[in-house]
């Protein structure tokens, strides 16, 4: 079944391209027309990209692993902040931290440096800190906050990255492309598809459009999600199964190694009373 449907992306406006003169000739696969100077999205094609980015969000989801949202657009940032937070996932909607991924040990020194700030917060030794050091530590810690809050639980390097208007995020898509990141990410007209893994040729201005087809990404990665818990509950229950099952077999080994000890002492007494009855006639 189809994420969306025509009539969901026509309603949103993500036909619309930009002008006529503001466009890229690599977009041209993804142009249905042009009308009033204006280049028309083919939506067939839309509506099969999102398909195909939705699966392969959902099994990078099912695996574990962390998908990067960037979107540092004006229409966007409350759009992806509201709906990836939902899935548990990292997201940027500030500046774009130059060096986030081709230097990500600085990165997470800064995310550290965050943490040791609320500590210290926490601690007796906040009260022994003049007003003036409090107040810087404090506002270090709110920018801190508003850069790299949203990156907190990203220990180690995305599996992809989600880029609305990879124009605008060009620094981002070109530090994926040189770790080999994948990169899935709305396209408009006037960008270049090129160093996109996968594209979903769409209106990225337009907040329904990008409110549309973040939350088909952020559903699949809820379906992902889903599914990896009821895999990892199957795994418990089994092993558990396993761990009562050799809980058992240990168990009926232990009496029948008890039941065979008292045969063999059986024998034994058997073995004694022949004797005894031996030496008695013999006597």
């Known amino acids: 079944m189809s ?24 977009m041209a696969p993804y142009i249905f027309m042009e ?9 067939q094609k839309t509506v099969v990209k999102i398909d195909e980015a939705a699966a392969a969000l959902k099994q990078i989801a099912k695996s574990g692993r962390k998908i990067l949202f960037v979107a540092t657009k004006k229409q966007a940032k409350q759009i992806v902040s509201d709906l990836v937070s939902q899935v548990n996932m990292p997201y940027v909607t500030e500046r774009w931290p130059g060096g986030m991924l081709t230097n990500f040990p600085t990165i997470r020194k800064a995310v550290k440096k965050m943490a040791s ?32 809050g949203s990156i907190a639980d990203l220990t180690r390097l995305p599996a992809a990255l989600f880029i609305v208007d990879v124009l605008k995020e060009k620094i981002a898509v ?23 893994d996968f594209v979903i040729p769409a209106n990225d201005d337009a907040s329904q459009s990008i409110d549309l087809i973040v939350k088909s990404m952020c559903d699949a990665i809820k379906e992902g999600l889903s599914e990896r818990k009821v895999e990892r509950e199957k795994e418990a229950s ?39 009855k031996e030496e008695a006639s013999e006597e």
Do not use: C, Y
């Open 3 to 26: 994420r969306t449907n025509f009539e969901e992306l026509l309603e949103a406006g993500v036909h619309f391209g930009h002008l006529k003169r503001k466009w890229n000739p690599s």
């Open 35 to 43: 009308r009033n100077g204006i280049h028309i999205i083919d939506l």
């Open 117 to 148: 700030i609320d500590k210290l917060m926490r601690d007796g030794s906040w009260e022994s800190l003049s007003k003036r050091e409090r107040l810087q530590i404090t506002r270090q810690r709110a920018k801190l906050e508003k850069v790299l």
């Open 174 to 196: 070109r530090e994926a492309e040189r770790l080999g990141i994948p990169v899935f990410a709305m396209v408009d007209t006037n960008s270049s598809p090129e160093g996109i």
């Open 238 to 276: 089994e092993n558990e199964g396993k761990k009562k099952s050799k809980k058992d077999d240990e168990s009926k080994a232990v009496a029948a190694r008890a039941e065979e000890d008292d045969e063999e002492e059986e024998v034994e007494d058997e073995d004694a009373e022949v004797e005894d």
